[in-house]
């Protein structure tokens, strides 16, 4: 299900207390640097039990190296199939978090919060997950379709002229 959302983050707070109530956020962490203090309180006001994890912002970041450590992270924190996984970020984050979440205890479900146009409308959307082998790009890699897509334009604020025309000429 995708939801084109008002562009406010409160709405992902509604949005998320349609799908349950514990939830382990995995954010970029360039996004949790803008954003991540307000997502924080709009998920505490709306009674949403999470626990936070930052992911390494960029493409050199996305490799079985970067998902062990988050997995471990993850273990380490009591993470179970009772919690379902949030990907904060772009391309990059949402197709880490989507293999993530398709291969972490065989499996658990995921919501994508596409943070870039890339990200809302190609990355986050189908079910494509992987990551990348020194030898090339998205390898390694699943099909496990999310819960959920949130797509909530506020991000967007924080994209620079060239990163959108770059974006929308991608898109063409």
Do not use: W
Request: hydrophobic residues 40%; glycine residues 10%.
């Amino acid at each position: 299900m995708i939801h084109f959302q008002k562009d406010s983050l409160d709405e992902i707070g509604k949005a998320l207390k349609k799908y349950g109530k514990k939830y382990a956020i995995l954010i970029d962490e360039g996004v949790d640097q803008l954003f991540g203090k307000e997502i924080r309180k709009v998920l505490k006001d709306k009674g949403i039990e999470a626990k936070y994890f930052t992911v390494p912002a960029g493409e050199k970041f996305k490799n079985l190296s970067t998902l062990e450590k988050l997995a471990e992270e993850l273990v380490n924190n009591d993470i179970t199939r009772s919690e379902t996984f949030v990907a904060i970020g772009g391309g990059m984050t949402t197709d880490l978090v989507g293999f993530l979440a398709a291969t972490y205890m065989r499996g658990v479900p995921v919501i994508h919060i596409p943070t870039t146009i890339l990200g809302m409308v190609d990355a986050a959307i189908g079910g494509k997950n992987g990551v990348n082998l020194s030898s090339g790009k998205n390898l390694i890699g699943t099909v496990h379709q999310p819960r959920a897509i949130l797509i909530n334009p506020c991000f967007l604020k924080s994209i620079n002229e060239n990163q959108l025309r770059n974006s929308l000429a991608e898109i063409i």
